[in-house]
């Protein structure tokens, strides 16, 4: 197991503080972080961004941990960078999204039949949001397999279940993510959650349940395989969020990863080929939206989140 790189967020003049998001309030950058356009991270720009990291495997490519801007871009940056690395010897490289909540508003939709139900966000990101959309990814499992429930704007679909990982969405856009009743809770700035299996990172370290009895306890891949395409979403101590997948993946490979990128919290979303999912998005007033997968062979095309799609999922938005 790995543990959280000490400087994965940190520069040799400033200290980023240590923060929660917990119910749903991310305190805005420094002042210094903004002034005079300094860059804090991998990436020339006023709003801070994420230091580069070193490749898990020895030897593996430079390029691997080298974040680079993703999705629609505001004035003074961007809000998400991605990066690929190779988990583990041998292993097919698999893609890592860092997204920064200072300047993104993320937020929770049901699918046209996951869970089933009406819904104030469903379906489809409609075309008046989708000029500030910066990317939308998969949520969990099934919900009849996901062993966690769903809640959105007051009302139930599923019922939530303690100690359950959960991806928490507060009323200010900002998401938290942690075992229920444990590191999140309800509260009236809560507006949705996500619940899937239990946590697989906590305190910075991928949690021993990782390996205990895996096709049980982090669901059955197709043809039995313990490693296989996998998803997973982590939280660092500054509040960012960490969305990690890709082929050939363990669940302990998944949470090495999340840890690798600054992760101290973190859970499995979904697994196989057809269901891992992070597509970015552009806009123009010319052009439109336009997507793209961060893995050419990841199985729906960026369009799905868009045209309607009958399972839930988490869109990211510039504020």
């Known amino acids: 197991m790995m543990s959280a790189p000490k400087a994965a967020y940190a520069s040799s003049k400033v200290k980023f503080p240590r923060v929660s998001t917990h119910n749903g309030f991310i305190p805005r950058p420094l002042a210094l972080w903004n002034a005079h356009g300094v860059t804090l991270g991998s990436y020339p720009q006023i709003w801070y961004s994420p230091l580069n990291l070193k490749p898990i495997v020895p030897g593996a490519s430079s390029a691997e941990g080298t974040w680079s801007p993703i999705g629609t871009n505001a004035g003074p940056g961007y809000a998400t960078f991605a990066t690929y690395v190779t988990p583990y010897a041998g292993a097919p490289q698999v893609a890592v999204a860092w997204i920064n909540q200072d300047y993104a508003r993320l937020s929770l939709y049901a699918g046209t039949s996951q869970p089933g139900g009406s819904w104030p966000n469903q379906g489809a990101i409609p075309p008046s949001l989708q000029p500030s959309l910066i990317a939308a990814f998969e949520g969990g499992f099934l919900f009849n397999q996901s062993e966690g429930g769903w809640y959105q ?37 809560v507006y949705a959650v996500r619940q899937n299996l239990i946590p697989l990172v906590s305190g910075g370290a991928v949690l021993p349940s990782a390996t205990y009895d ?59 080929p057809y269901w891992v999912n992070f597509a970015s998005y552009s806009y123009s007033p010319l052009r439109g939206t336009s997507g793209s997968n961060l893995l050419a062979a990841m199985h729906y095309p960026p369009s799905h989140y868009l045209n309607g799609f009958w399972r839930d999922f988490i869109a990211v938005f510039l504020r």
């Open 153 to 189: 704007g007051g009302k139930y679909g599923q019922p939530l279940v303690n100690g359950a990982a959960s991806v928490v969405n507060f009323r200010n856009g900002t998401v938290d993510i942690g075992a229920w009743g444990v590191d999140v809770s309800m509260s009236p700035n």
């Open 214 to 272: 895996p096709l049980v306890t982090w669901g059955f891949s197709l043809g039995n395989l313990l490693y296989t395409w996998r998803s997973g979403l982590g939280i660092t101590a500054n509040g960012a969020l960490i969305w990690v997948g890709g082929p050939g993946l363990s669940p302990a490979a998944l949470g090495n990863v999340l840890v690798w990128a600054g992760a101290v919290r973190g859970m499995q979303l979904d697994m196989n």
